[in-house]
């Protein structure tokens, strides 16, 4: 991948502002093992085996080198001594903490290159302090974890190098913060699931960095968060089509497709991004392509590498190519009369169609031509018939074949084996022999009903396991014996009317648990024995209705936890006391009528995005809430049966609130909400259901409040010939709005339930 240019400072000028600035600082002595310059204000200390920052350091140092030491941990305020440093250099430190506030006095800063460590986490407060950071290199990590907020403190960030780490999956929201930043690279990941507000917030992105990744098809929600992005690399990713309207941004200009798995490619799908200017499609498996309908200003069309057979039905893209001045890069495959021909230089005329017999005969032709000769070559990679397997990339397929059985001898090397769609029904002990490198394994779709004792038995650096819309109801203590290193595992979309209880127990390091769309039907102590460091549990859509109080007792470190769609009556407060660390909890969609005092108390601290959303909740504790603070930032409430509200005034930290379908009562008691929509920078949606007068109307806009008791009425116009506005008084009738409301739907006046506890 073609390299940017770092920023660059004028060291000269930088040297002499920071020695007026620090006039009367005297420079310390220089680190035995560095070697100083004080005209640069420079410090180089690479390749000493230092343990720690070197506390020694002038203060007026502007430039710090300490590549190639054995820091592994950067503490809390490692770098206070030295606070104006513009650069510093931290690759090959064997660093694998950044602890919070490590960075927090470097205000100064601007880049920050912290490549080739062991960094595994970004903790939501590791880069507090770098207010004026506009360059963070973190390529060559181990990453596999954003929190929520890492990024917060970067408004000034232009470029966030992300290459070769372990990251998988992008949760909403993970990139908060950066308001400058112009490209994110995050090429050599694993990235396979990306939220669809992934990439929210990154309004001034405009080039972004997909490629070598394992995404199976074109993220169109996450990536139409990006208003600005001109450049978009998604090269070399396992996908095989691109349908209608895929592509929806109307300022990219280039896109980069190549080296994928596409075998079709919709006429339409750039219909909603009319600015692409150059789109490179080789190295794919497309024998043909349509006019495409969209990009006007289209000047380059790579299909170098691609299996076209010119015929006829390649004459209305050449004729298309013609007209638009498009230069076709690529070359024909077929007929044999045309084999190796530049598409650019063909004249219309010349693609002609066969009778349809001497046509397939034509193509079977060409077919054998490329078929491997059976005789191996030394170099040949080894692959099962009927399965396609890539040397260069590593990857092994023998996707929608109709198999019954687990091939065998795959490349020792295979990375990604891709087995969905076939009919193995039963996975035997030992299945996978002689892959112990393979990574990610997708089993999807494969009526899988019962996996033996030791089924994966030595893949010992499997990660990603997928086992989507199976049979599968239940799971053996021994299932997943063998994958000391499985981190994410998926298991939504199977017959599961149990939770697998003892399942997990041989997986260590498991983070992420899928059972989305099942039928378990409750969750019992204990159910999570042996994941004591899952941080992601996805539940949404079963049939839960009871959640014992002590639950998630054994995963202490869960963080995520969507319970939606279920069949909840209240919130599991009791069975979340062990959850410290919960930032996301989802309760939508679960028939809770009321929330009781404190119910979020256990995990208030660390509470970020809380959504109680369409659950036809009618009525809140004023205390439902208590604890939670500033430190929450989503709050969903929308379609539900609230005519008021607790108070929302600590939450001043919220940068998503929705409370959209709710009946509020628009009278005095609800004056606090009004208040704290006046006094907040964010769109509320919140509308009045009652009384009928004025049914409809954003709360924020009607004048009722102007006159409850301590507000002022709204000043009297004495313009001439103008009448002030009439002002609606509060009578008798609007404070019994809430009784009247009860008295018409046939229920009692507002008060405690009976279900509250």
């Known amino acids: 991948m073609p390299s940017r240019a770092l920023v660059t400072v004028a060291w000269p000028h930088v040297a002499l502002l920071v020695t007026f600035t620090v006039s009367h600082v005297h420079p310390s002595p220089c680190p035995r093992a560095c070697l100083c310059d004080n005209i640069q204000l420079t410090a180089s200390c690479v390749g000493k085996n230092l343990t720690e920052v070197p506390p020694t350091v002038s203060e007026i140092t502007v430039k710090m080198d300490l590549r190639g030491n054995s820091i592994q941990e950067l503490h809390t305020g490692a770098f206070q001594h030295t606070p104006y440093l513009t650069h510093l250099s931290l690759q090959r430190c064997d660093i694998r903490q950044v602890r919070e506030g490590a960075f927090r006095s470097l205000g100064r800063l601007i880049f920050l290159n912290l490549a080739n460590n062991n960094i595994e986490i970004l903790y939501q407060e590791s880069f507090d302090g770098l207010s004026s950071l506009k360059q963070l290199l973190l390529d060559h990590n181990r990453i596999e974890e954003i929190q929520p907020g890492a990024f917060s403190q970067l408004g000034f960030l232009n470029l966030l190098s992300l290459t070769h780490n372990q990251l998988v999956y992008l949760p909403n929201m993970v990139f908060q913060g950066l308001q400058n930043i112009k490209w994110l690279r995050m090429s050599y990941n694993s990235l396979n699931t990306l939220d669809s507000e ?3 917030g990154l309004f001034t992105l405009t080039r972004l960095s997909l490629d070598h990744n394992e995404l199976q098809f074109f993220p169109t929600e996450a990536l139409t968060r990006l208003p600005e992005l001109t450049r978009l690399e998604l090269s070399y990713n396992p996908m095989t089509y691109l349908g209608e309207e895929t592509v929806a941004m109307s300022k990219l200009t280039h896109l980069f497709l ?7 490619f919709s006429e339409m799908a750039l219909a909603l991004a009319p600015n692409v200017v150059h789109l490179d499609l080789s190295h794919n498996q497309l024998r043909n392509l349509q006019p495409l309908s969209g990009p006007e200003k289209l000047l380059r069309l790579n299909l170098t590498g691609n299996p076209f057979y010119c015929s006829c039905y390649l004459r209305p893209l050449r004729e298309w190519a013609y ?9 024909c495959a077929g007929p044999p009369h045309l084999s190796g021909e530049s598409l650019e230089g063909l004249h219309p005329p010349e693609l002609r169609c066969q009778s349809q ?8 032709e060409e077919l054998s031509r490329a078929m491997p000769s059976p005789t191996p070559q030394p170099d040949e990679v080894k692959c099962p018939v009927n399965c396609n397997c890539e040397a260069e990339s590593h990857h092994s397929s023998c996707e929608n074949r ?26 035997p002990s030992n299945s996978f022999p002689k892959v112990p ?5 997708h089993l999807q779709r494969c009526k899988i009903h019962e996996l033996e004792s030791g089924a994966f038995s030595g893949m010992r650096g499997l990660i990603y396991l997928y086992l989507s819309e199976n049979n599968l109801s239940s799971l053996s203590s021994d299932a997943f014996k063998g994958l000391p290193q499985l981190t994410y595992l998926h298991l939504e979309r199977n017959k599961f009317t149990k939770f697998p209880k003892d399942a997990f127990r041989l997986l260590p390091n498991l983070l992420a648990l899928h059972l989305e769309h099942n039928s378990i039907a409750r969750l019992d102590q204990g159910v999570l024995t042996g994941a004591q460091k899952l941080r992601g549990l996805y539940l949404t859509a079963n049939s839960i209705s009871t959640v014992a109080p002590k639950a998630f007792h054994l995963a202490p470190f869960l963080k995520v936890l969507h319970l939606g769609g279920n069949r909840l009556s209240e919130v599991p407060t009791h069975a979340l006391s062990n959850t410290p660390s919960l930032s996301e909890l989802r309760l939508s969609g679960n028939p809770i009528r009321w929330i009781g005092p404190k119910a979020f108390a256990p995990f208030a601290r660390s509470l970020q995005h809380l959504f109680l959303d369409n659950m036809r909740l009618e009525k809140m504790s004023k205390d439902s809430l208590a604890g939670l603070g500033p430190g929450l930032l989503s709050l969903l409430l929308e379609g539900n049966q609230l005519e008021e509200l607790p108070s929302l005034h600590p939450f001043t930290g919220l940068e998503v609130i929705n409370l959209a379908e709710n009946p509020f009562v628009c009278d005095c008691p609800l004056l606090p909400l009004r208040k704290w929509i006046e006094k907040v920078n964010l769109k509320v949606r919140a509308t009045c ?26 000043p009297v116009q004495m313009s001439t010939g ?13 404070l019994s709005n809430r009784a009247k409301v009860k008295q018409q739907r046939g229920q009692k006046a507002v008060g405690t339930p009976r279900t509250a506890k």
């Not at 065998?408 to 295979?414: A, I, K, M, S």
């Not at 007068?693 to 102007?706: A, N, S, T």
């Open 198 to 200: 992934a990439f929210a």
């Open 258 to 264: 190549d080296h994928m798995s596409l075998q079709d």
């Open 323 to 331: 007209q638009g001045r498009v230069r076709l890069l690529g070359t």
């Open 357 to 364: 017999e001497a046509m397939l005969k034509a193509e079977l």
């Open 402 to 427: 109709g198999l019954t059985r687990i091939p065998r001898d795959f490349p020792p090397d295979t990375r990604l084996l891709d087995l969905r769609g076939n009919h193995f029904h039963y996975i």
């Open 437 to 441: 490198q393979v990574v990610s394994l």
């Open 689 to 714: 259901g009652h009384p009928p007068e004025l049914k409809g109307r954003k709360v924020k806009d009607v004048h009722v409040f102007k006159a409850c008791p301590g507000e002022k009425p709204p």
């Open 722 to 734: 103008h009448r002030a506005p009439k002002v609606t008084r509060v009578t008798s009738a609007h």
